[in-house]
């Protein structure tokens, strides 16, 4: 199975800070990989698939980058909707795999 | 509108069983592959099953591997997954997740139900 570590597990930040979150996989998936937002007692939701591709009706200080193996996901400027937990997820072969999580929280 | 709806969760003994739904409406559920992710309370997303539009193709985690088994009825626009043998360890939130490309091995999840919590307990 394919394993997937993010970095950090949480991380503390203010309004207007600029986040990056890291996901590596523990063997090449191509751009097969997806981001995914979480917040408390809600279904997550689709953020960037394909690595980098936003998906329809994100805003766009929402970005992803990478491919093979290590690939992040940027929040340009934190706004007070943005505190959740992000997954990424590889949808490169069967099990599909996800990440631990990072948990955004407010400074 | 996507709308994906599940329910069938509740309260069960060890070894016990319960049919987990998801009924689909807003797109042409025949043509979409369909997924089960669970979330244990306090933890991280699990993927569980996946199967295929037609239904012909199916995949397991080896966590739920031979007592799990999804599947789906086309002209109901529904997911099922009936889960068997269950442990306490399988306590969950259950969400169904819709894959966003027809007919596409690689596909990721663009939409999700609300989830359904299932809960193993003596």
């Known amino acids: 199975d394919i394993q997937m570590t993010q970095s950090p597990s949480s991380l503390s930040a203010s309004v207007g800070d600029r986040v990056t979150i890291t996901c590596r996989a523990s063997?090449?998936?191509?751009?097969?990989l997806a981001w995914f937002q979480q917040k408390p007692g809600k279904a997550p939701k689709s953020l960037i698939y394909?690595?980098?591709s936003l998906q329809s009706g994100v805003p766009s200080k929402f970005s992803g980058t990478g491919s093979g193996t290590d690939f992040t996901l940027t929040i340009s400027s934190l706004q007070p909707e943005d505190f959740a937990t992000y997954y990424c997820q590889q949808y490169n072969t069967y099990p599909r795999t996800f990440g631990q999580g990072t948990k955004v929280e407010i400074k | 509108e996507v709308q994906l709806l599940e329910s069938g969760g509740g309260l069960v003994q060890p070894g016990g069983s319960l049919r987990l739904s998801c009924a689909a409406s807003g797109f042409t559920f025949s043509s979409y592959a369909m997924n089960w992710v669970r979330q244990a309370p306090g933890k991280g997303l699990e993927w569980v099953s996946g199967i295929s539009g037609s239904g012909g193709r199916v995949y397991y985690a080896d966590s739920v591997k031979g007592r799990f088994t999804i599947s789906r009825d086309n002209s109901k626009n529904t997911l099922y997954l009936q889960v068997n043998s269950l442990r306490v360890e399988d306590t969950a939130v259950y969400y169904c997740?819709?894959?966003?490309?027809?007919?596409?091995?690689?596909?990721?999840?663009?939409?999700w139900g609300q989830g359904t919590l299932v809960t193993v307990s003596s």
């Open positions: 394909a690595a980098s």
């Open positions: 997740a819709k894959e966003a490309g027809s007919g596409t091995y690689y596909s990721f999840f663009d939409y």
């Open positions: 063997q090449g998936i191509s751009n097969y």
